[in-house]
């Protein structure tokens, strides 16, 4: 499991420690999943770590596009730059699967049946 102070510290989340519990606690479930139904490999000491923080970050963005939260805009100095009226982040959860996918295979080695991986 994940802590948060390592979330915070090491990764450099941003996610509030309130919504971070959950959160982690969904990620680790769907890297166990990853892990019964694929061969996971875990090239480095913290390469599941890194994993879980990643998924953390993306569920932490779809719950934020869900509940409206989204910045619409963001100010760095005197630049402003408005997000595009209509364009949210794809919320199926197919859109979903793949990218805690993508995010576990950021740090992770995932296949399927026998390969060069995991042995």
């Not at 680790?28 to 770590?49: F, G």
């Not at 879980?52 to 402003?80: K, P």
């Not at 197919?94 to 026998?114: D, N």
Request: hydrophobic fraction near 40%; proline fraction near 2%.
């Amino acid at each position: 499991m994940v802590e948060y102070e390592f979330y915070r510290d090491v990764w450099g989340g941003n996610v509030p420690q309130t919504e971070f519990a959950a959160l982690v606690n969904r990620a680790a479930a769907q890297l166990e999943r990853y892990k019964r139904i694929y061969h996971v490999h875990a090239a480095e000491e913290n390469s599941e770590a890194y994993a879980v923080c990643a998924m953390v970050d993306a569920l932490y963005s779809f719950w934020l596009a869900e509940s409206g939260e989204l910045l619409q805009s963001i100010q760095l100095g005197s630049l402003q730059v408005d997000r595009a009226e209509g364009t949210m982040p794809d919320l199926s959860a197919a859109a979903k699967s793949r990218e805690l996918y993508r995010c576990a295979s950021l740090y992770l080695e995932i296949h399927r049946g026998a390969g060069r991986c995991c042995k």
